[in-house]
């Protein structure tokens, strides 16, 4: 017996109905949506634009954690007991969100198996991506390091778009994230410009196709 397909979730249309009259959250770039070490007592629903979440260190250095995209729900370590928040959301465009109350997701997961489901698809899609990350940060040189981050913050690949832009980032963050000095960094950024990878411009940086080649590729121009 073929067992029926489940529809997905639409969480666009559920998280609208759910909120009741709580209207659609907007910030705009560079503000932060929550920071480290703040009360977890909600997550969020990333309705359109971009988000990342970087974690500081007790002594100042900052590490990019992830880069999430319209479609996805974040901020949910307060559903397993987090008290306060392990990361700072900040939005790297214009962004509108939903802002969901513990009390009542953790009502939906237990009373709405679909919802349920759809939940732990996409936390089990994030922890895979996670997992490339490290083993990216292990196995991976310096060079196929930055340009796989420089890809995720471009979210190369996930929009129509043909040479997605991302706002700058300060390159000492790029360093940490990476694993690597902040003039190793400089260096391979201006190497990558001079091939053509990726532009500078008032918008940002722009990623070109080729930058991909450095993933793909075992060997890298010196």
């Not at 340009?147 to 190369?156: E, N, P």
């Not at 360093?175 to 960094?185: C, D």
Request: aromatic share 6%; net charge positive.
């Amino acid at each position: 017996m073929v067992r029926k397909q489940r529809q997905s979730v639409d969480w666009e249309h559920l998280i609208s109905e759910i909120s009741g009259e709580n209207a659609p959250i907007k910030y705009g770039n560079n503000h932060d949506i929550f920071r480290q070490g703040e009360p977890a007592d909600s997550l969020f629903y990333l309705r359109r634009g971009k988000v990342r979440l970087r974690v500081t260190s007790g002594r100042g250095k900052e590490a990019i954690v992830a880069v999430l995209r319209a479609g996805e729900l974040f901020g949910e370590g307060c559903l397993a007991g987090q008290p306060l928040r392990m990361a700072t959301a900040t939005a790297t465009s214009a962004c509108t969100l939903m802002r969901i109350e513990k009390s009542l997701m953790v009502r939906m997961l237990h009373e709405q198996h679909d919802i349920s489901e759809m939940f732990v698809a996409q936390l089990l899609s994030r922890n895979l991506r996670y997992e490339n990350d490290l083993i990216g940060q292990i196995f991976n040189s310096s060079e196929k390091r930055l340009a796989r981050i420089l890809l995720l913050l471009a979210h190369y690949g996930k929009e129509s778009i043909s040479n997605p832009v991302f706002p700058r980032v300060n390159q000492e963050t790029l360093a940490q994230t990476v694993g690597i000095t902040r003039a190793r960094v400089s260096h391979l950024m201006n190497k990558f410009k001079q091939l053509g990878f990726i532009d500078h411009d008032g918008d940002g940086v722009r990623v070109n196709n080729g930058l991909l080649s450095v993933v793909l590729n075992d060997q890298f121009p010196s």
